[in-house]
């Protein structure tokens, strides 16, 4: 079975957006083991915001370099944008884990973590709760376009 972990900064607060990713994951548990892996985010003002960014990345890169078999995507509105049979393909084309890894308010430093893959949801910025949610809705897409179910319209 396909593990796919994903890893965010900050946990979801929002009822209706918890309501939609547990929905998902249970749809989900029959083809793919999903992980969720939230960091608590670092708290920051105006004049820290780039420390606390920096810091917020880094414990991400340290949660990585525990899993260096996985194959890592961060999320970003500047990565590789694809639609949902290319995302669908890309994800069952590994044999690997994968990790998607959602960044907190602050965004990611790309510096602490340049050495990674990004993938685009959308041009768009999205709130990291909602980012988890679409994300979890592509994983579900792509697993029955896998399946060859009509889920693509």
Same mark, same amino acid.
Not at 17 to 45: C, G, H, M, V
Not at 70 to 89: A, I, M, P, R, T
Not at 115 to 141: C, D, G, P, W
């Given at each position: =079975? ?6 965010? @900064?900050?946990?979801v607060?929002?009822? /209706?957006?918890q309501?939609?990713? !547990? $929905?998902?994951?249970?749809? %989900?548990?029959? &083809?793919?083991?999903?992980?969720f892996?939230?960091?608590?985010? *670092?708290?920051?003002?105006? +004049? &820290?915001s780039l420390i !606390?960014? *920096?810091? &917020?990345?880094?414990?991400? %890169?340290?949660? %990585?370099? +525990?899993?260096k ?6 999320l970003?509105?500047?990565?590789e944008?694809?639609d ?5 393909k890309k994800?069952?084309?590994f044999? $690997?884990?994968i990790?998607f @890894?959602?960044?907190?308010? %602050?965004g990611?430093?790309f510096? @602490?973590? +340049?050495?990674? +893959?990004?993938?685009?949801?959308? *041009? =768009? ?5 909602? !980012?988890k949610?679409?994300?979890? $809705?592509?994983?579900?897409?792509? @697993?029955?376009? $896998? ?5 693509? /319209?």
């Amino acid at each position: =079975m396909k593990k796919i972990t994903i890893l965010s @900064v900050g946990s979801v607060r929002e009822k /209706y957006y918890q309501n939609a990713i !547990a $929905e998902y994951s249970k749809r %989900l548990s029959k &083809d793919i083991k999903l992980e969720f892996t939230e960091l608590p985010a *670092k708290s920051f003002s105006e +004049k &820290d915001s780039l420390i !606390a960014k *920096k810091q &917020d990345s880094q414990r991400v %890169l340290e949660f %990585l370099n +525990k899993n260096k078999s996985s194959k890592v995507f961060l999320l970003s509105e500047n990565g590789e944008e694809l639609d949902s049979v290319q995302f669908s393909k890309k994800i069952f084309s590994f044999n $690997e884990e994968i990790i998607f @890894v959602i960044a907190g308010a %602050l965004g990611f430093d790309f510096e @602490v973590l +340049k050495n990674y +893959k990004k993938i685009s949801l959308s *041009k =768009m910025t999205f709130l990291h709760e909602m !980012a988890k949610v679409i994300l979890v $809705e592509q994983i579900y897409r792509a @697993v029955n376009i $896998e399946k060859g179910k009509r889920y693509h /319209y």
